[in-house]
Structure formats: C-alpha cells, structure tokens
T-cell receptor, first 113, second 113 residues
C-alpha cells in the first residue's frame, strides 16, 4: 500500500526567506509524485509533478521539488516566499494504474511580513 | 474555458438522509474523481470514473456510490448520512484515465446535523 507523510503540520516563515516543506512516501512500486496547493475556500491546484526523468522538478509560482528515491522523499522548496504563498500544501502519490491518488495530511505555510 | 464546476456549493442535511452532489468536468475531459476532505486533513480518494466505468474505489462504505453520464458529468450519492460524513467533497477531472494532471473544482461543503 502507498502512503504519504508530511513531516510538518505548520511552517511559519518570514517574507523573502527560503522554505522547504517535507514529504516522505512509501510504496512498493514505481510512483508518481505531486504537490498541490489549496488556498482558503478553494479547490486544489497542481504545483508540480514527478512522473519520470529528471529528479529536480520545477513547477508554478517559483516552486521546485526533488525526487530522492533512496530516501523516499519529495521535498518542496522555494528560495524566496511571498505573503501570497500562504496556503495549505499537499504532497500526493499516484499508483501505477494512475487512477488513485493518495494525499498527505497537508502542511500549512504561513508567510509573515 | 470553464473549469470544473460543482453543485451545490453548500448543503446542510440531517442524519439518515441521502444527498446527491454534482460535478461537471472540463470540456474534453473524460475522467472524474471524487475526494472527501475532512477539516484539517488531506483529501481521501472515493471513486474514479473514466468513460462511464468505475476504475477505482477507495476505502468507503457502500453508502457511497457514484456514476458518470454520457456527457462525462458525474454524481456522487451518499445514503444514510452520518455526522462523520460532514466534509468538503471535491471533484477532479483529467483528460484520460491517468490522474497525472487533475483539475479540481471548488468543492461542495456538506454539513450533517
């Protein structure tokens, strides 16, 4: 069975500082990995995805993530955050059939002025 | 282009009643997935439908059912509502049966009293 663990429930950070949101997964088969963002009272928006190929994945809004197979991690990073990045971020893993996506519990990023 | 739409936006029901939630995917998308997001948690996979066939089901009781229509819109039905069914129900559409790029609707907030 696949699972996702987001290691931090909340991450407070000052504006223009770098941030890393941590995600570990478990799976016995090949995985597809995703990061989604959810702004208050909205649905989820895909930030980036890893399907295959380069382990460094670049997404929207200046975010990037690195797939590390040996450490079963897929941490999300941004070198300089803005107030508008305040939101809930979800790491997710997809199964090889592609029809089921398992989400982590989420990390709330709070950017302070 | 219109995104994924869901109706209604909010809904209040009493224990024991049933509810029907509706979702219209992005034009051209043939797959719809349903998720339940309880407050403070990540979305939990309920169903995926592709080309009107159920492709996958999460760990939810038989009180939950869904279907997809010829125009690819979908309904989620929940019978014998429990207090624990109170959640945000999210619908996501994708072009194919592979959920590598899902587009989420804003959700339906269901409150069971």
């Amino acid at each position: 069975a696949q699972s996702v663990t987001q290691l931090d429930s909340q991450v407070p950070v000052f504006e223009e500082a770098p941030v890393e949101l941590r995600c570990n997964y478990s799976s016995s088969v090949s995985v597809y990995l995703f990061w989604y963002v959810q702004y208050p009272n909205q649905g989820l928006q895909l930030l980036l995805k890893y399907l295959s190929g380069s382990t460094l994945v670049k997404g929207i809004n200046g975010f990037e993530a690195e797939f590390n197979k040996s450490q079963t991690s897929f941490h999300l990073r941004k070198p300089s955050v803005h107030i508008s990045d305040t939101a809930e971020y979800f790491c997710a893993v997809g199964n090889t059939g592609g029809f089921k996506t398992i989400f982590g519990a989420g990390t709330r990023l709070f950017v302070k002025a | 282009d219109a995104g994924v739409t869901q109706s209604p936006t909010h809904l209040i029901k009493t224990r024991g009643q049933h509810v029907t939630l509706r979702c219209s995917p992005i034009s051209g998308h043939k797959s719809v997935s349903w998720y339940q997001q309880v407050l403070g948690q990540g979305p939990q996979f309920i169903f995926q439908y592709y080309e009107k066939e159920e492709r996958g089901r999460g760990n939810f009781p038989d009180r939950f059912s869904a279907r997809q229509f010829p125009n690819y819109s979908s309904e989620l039905n929940v019978n014998a509502l429990l207090l624990g069914d109170s959640a945000l129900y999210l619908c996501a559409s994708s072009l194919s049966g592979q959920n590598y790029e899902q587009y989420f609707g804003p959700g339906t907030r269901l409150t069971v009293t």
